[in-house]
T-cell receptor, first 112, second 114 residues
Framework: GDSVTQMEGPVTLSEEAFLTINCTYT??????LFWYVQYPGEGLQLLLK?????DKGSNKGFEATYRKETTSFHLEKGSVQVSDSAVYFC???????????FGQGTRLTINP | GAGVSQSPRYKVAKRGQDVALRCDPI?????LFWYQQALGQGPEFLTY????????KSGLPSDRFFAERPEGSVSTLKIQRTQQEDSAVYLC????????????FGQGTRLTVV
């Protein structure tokens, strides 16, 4: 079945550092790919998405590119802020399917 | 309301007790989802409603789990004869349409079975 594997956390960085959180997936078809973020005390929020190969999703300075050849969707940000501290989830949804398949999450802490 | 609302936020149940978890989706949202999130894990799909119809219940782990959405808005997830492995955060999400639309998540109900 479909699955998503994320780099294990926790990840701790200093403010203004470069961030990469790795995500790879296994899917039978051509899924859409997502990054969700969960800030402390809040519900999951969609951060960005990409629906086909080579698409780049971007939001709030974060970017991820849908790489079909490496089945990856790594999350990057050039300069993180303390406010980016959260748990990040990579997820996929098969075409025509309603449900999301999530990775295990990566906890990110940014120190001032 | 402005977002997806779930109640209660926290529930402690004794093993063997029945529980009911409520989800109020965003008004007008057609699709509603339930997910289970164990500690330190990502959410796992339980079930999906389109209006009042339960179109996918493939993720429900056992016949102790039952979900309903009788009028196509509020949904209830019921767990009978709770067991310790049922301890998790139960997330509800809703989305506007029937194709892919952004799903908005509630804050979840944390269930602890003792």
């Amino acid at each position: 079945g479909d699955s998503v594997t994320q780099m294990e956390g926790p990840v701790t960085l200093s403010e203004e550092a470069f961030l990469t959180i790795n995500c790879t997936y296994t899917a039978t078809g051509y899924p859409s790919l997502f990054w969700y973020v969960q800030y402390p005390g809040e519900g999951l929020q969609l951060l960005l998405k990409a629906t086909k190969a080579d698409d780049k999703g971007s939001n709030k300075g974060f970017e991820a590119t849908y790489r079909k050849e490496t089945t990856s969707f790594h999350l990057e940000k050039g300069s993180v802020q303390v406010s980016d501290s959260a748990v990040y989830f990579c997820a996929l949804s098969e075409a025509g399917a309603q449900k999301l398949v999530f990775g295990q999450g990566t906890r990110l802490t940014i120190n001032p | 309301g402005a977002g997806v609302s779930q109640s209660p936020r926290y529930k402690v149940a004794k093993r063997g007790q029945d529980v009911a978890l409520r989800c109020d989706p965003i008004s007008g949202h057609v699709s509603l989802f339930w997910y289970q999130q164990a500690l330190g894990q990502g959410p796992e799909f339980l079930t999906y409603f389109q209006n009042e119809a339960q179109l996918d219940k493939s993720g429900l782990p056992s016949d102790r789990f039952f979900a309903e959405r009788p009028e196509g808005s509020v949904s209830t997830l019921k767990i009978q004869r709770t067991q310790q492995e049922d301890s998790a955060v139960y997330l509800c999400a809703s989305s506007y349409g029937t194709g892919w639309h952004e799903a908005f998540f509630g804050q979840g109900t944390r269930l602890t079975v003792v």
